[in-house]
């Protein structure tokens, strides 16, 4: 290594320990998880390679990353249907994953000529929904509520739909889900229709926590696919505005537009980003579909309250889509 920058950003380290090998190396497959000597009657643990081992593992600098799995308990060996290894195997997995995807990120910024910051913004998005996804499980409820959205994109109303609950219902992972599904099902050949999926989960990036920097972002987002060269205005009536213009005229048969807004709730109040005035959600055109997420009202905001009070105006009492 030349450099110690270099060792800390392409190197991991991951050590795993299964308990008690007194117990179980005398197994057949001791020797696949410990070195073993074969040199007398009996298994025992080859010390030299042991010690070697030992020293390898004191070689790796305190700055480089590493991960600790175990003591686990001798299975035999690793298996899948014990719960303590499959859980240990999904998280070493997810672990390696997401650490991978973390070094070749860091790597194509590296050399990347310029930053691009919405592209960032994109894929942190992206990769949000992907991780939820992964380490969250699906229940029944969820799986209902899903088939309605799935339902809903396959032909849009021409109003939003809406889903709320509580804390902790599975209101974002739902939407990690739809997402993840929808991405994929834009680019999947032969899947009848192209378009943009442009997704946000409030409050988990810098540009997602205020109203005016998340408009600016998905302008910029919907500038390039659609290819508009509208100057970006300063003033946050004519940023509402242009935004408003961009989801509901822009998208076409050709490219519709698949817009989902994770838990709105977590915008804070400048520009009265929680009044909801800014976003459209009745009489929108049928290649808009707008799918959003919000809790309850609360002391602090009512959010849904004033999506219901929207619907109901517009659509004469019908109830709000859940």
Same mark, same amino acid.
């Given at each position: 290594?030349?450099?110690?920058?270099?060792?800390? $950003?392409?190197? /991991?380290?991951?050590?795993?320990?299964?308990g008690d090998p007194e117990t179980w190396m005398k197994h057949p497959? /001791?020797? *696949?998880?410990?070195?073993?000597?074969?040199?007398?009657?009996?298994?025992?643990?080859?010390?030299?390679?042991?010690?070697?081992?030992?020293?390898?593992?004191?070689?790796?600098?305190?700055?480089?990353? *590493?991960?600790?799995?175990?003591?686990?308990?001798?299975?035999?060996?690793?298996?899948?249907?014990?719960?303590?290894?499959? +859980?240990?195997?999904?998280?070493?997995?997810?672990?390696?994953?997401?650490?991978?995807?973390?070094?070749?990120?860091?790597?194509?910024?590296?050399?990347?000529v310029a930053p691009d910051t919405d592209v960032e913004e994109a894929?942190?998005?992206?990769?949000?929904?992907?991780?939820?996804?992964?380490?969250?499980?699906?229940?029944?409820?969820?799986?209902?509520?899903?088939?309605?959205?799935?339902?809903?994109?396959?032909?849009?109303? $021409?109003?939003?739909?809406?889903?709320?609950?509580?804390?902790?219902?599975?209101?974002?992972?739902?939407?990690?889900?739809?997402?993840?599904?929808?991405?994929?099902?834009?680019?999947?050949? $032969?899947?009848?229709?192209? $378009?943009?999926?442009?997704?946000?989960?409030?409050?988990?990036?810098?540009?997602?926590?205020?109203?005016?920097?998340?408009?600016?972002?998905?302008?910029?987002?919907?500038?390039?696919?659609?290819?508009?060269? +509208?100057?970006?205005?300063?003033?946050?009536?004519?940023?509402?505005?242009?935004?408003?213009?961009?989801?509901?005229?822009?998208?076409?048969?050709?490219?519709?537009?698949?817009?989902?807004?994770?838990?709105?709730?977590?915008?804070?109040?400048?520009?009265?980003?929680?009044?909801? +005035?800014?976003?459209?959600?009745?009489?929108?055109?049928?290649?808009?579909?707008?799918?959003?997420?919000?809790?309850?009202?609360?002391?602090?905001?009512?959010?849904?309250?004033?999506?219901?009070?929207?619907?109901?105006?517009?659509?004469?009492?019908?109830?709000?889509?859940?």
């Amino acid at each position: 290594w030349t450099s110690r920058t270099r060792q800390a $950003g392409q190197t /991991a380290a991951y050590m795993r320990t299964i308990g008690d090998p007194e117990t179980w190396m005398k197994h057949p497959d /001791a020797d *696949q998880f410990l070195d073993i000597s074969h040199a007398g009657q009996v298994n025992e643990v080859d010390k030299e390679a042991s010690a070697m081992v030992q020293e390898l593992r004191g070689m790796i600098p305190s700055f480089v990353p *590493q991960r600790h799995y175990g003591p686990l308990k001798w299975g035999p060996g690793l298996d899948p249907n014990q719960p303590s290894h499959k +859980e240990y195997l999904r998280q070493f997995a997810d672990d390696f994953t997401n650490d991978l995807l973390e070094s070749v990120s860091n790597a194509a910024r590296k050399a990347a000529v310029a930053p691009d910051t919405d592209v960032e913004e994109a894929h942190h998005h992206l990769r949000f929904a992907l991780r939820r996804t992964r380490t969250m499980c699906e229940t029944a409820s969820t799986a209902s509520s899903r088939a309605r959205v799935d339902s809903f994109l396959s032909a849009p109303a $021409g109003h939003a739909f809406v889903v709320f609950g509580s804390s902790g219902s599975g209101k974002t992972f739902l939407m990690s889900k739809v997402v993840v599904e929808a991405a994929a099902a834009n680019v999947k050949a $032969g899947s009848g229709w192209k $378009g943009c999926v442009c997704a946000r989960f409030l409050g988990t990036s810098a540009a997602s926590s205020a109203v005016r920097p998340l408009l600016l972002s998905i302008l910029r987002q919907l500038k390039r696919v659609y290819g508009k060269e +509208e100057a970006l205005p300063v003033e946050f009536v004519d940023i509402a505005i242009l935004f408003r213009t961009a989801v509901t005229e822009w998208p076409s048969e050709a490219q519709p537009l698949t817009l989902l807004l994770d838990s709105l709730d977590q915008l804070d109040d400048t520009d009265a980003g929680r009044r909801l +005035e800014w976003l459209p959600i009745t009489n929108l055109p049928p290649y808009l579909r707008l799918v959003v997420s919000t809790l309850p009202d609360h002391a602090d905001f009512n959010c849904l309250s004033r999506i219901h009070t929207v619907l109901r105006a517009t659509e004469g009492g019908e109830n709000a889509p859940e």
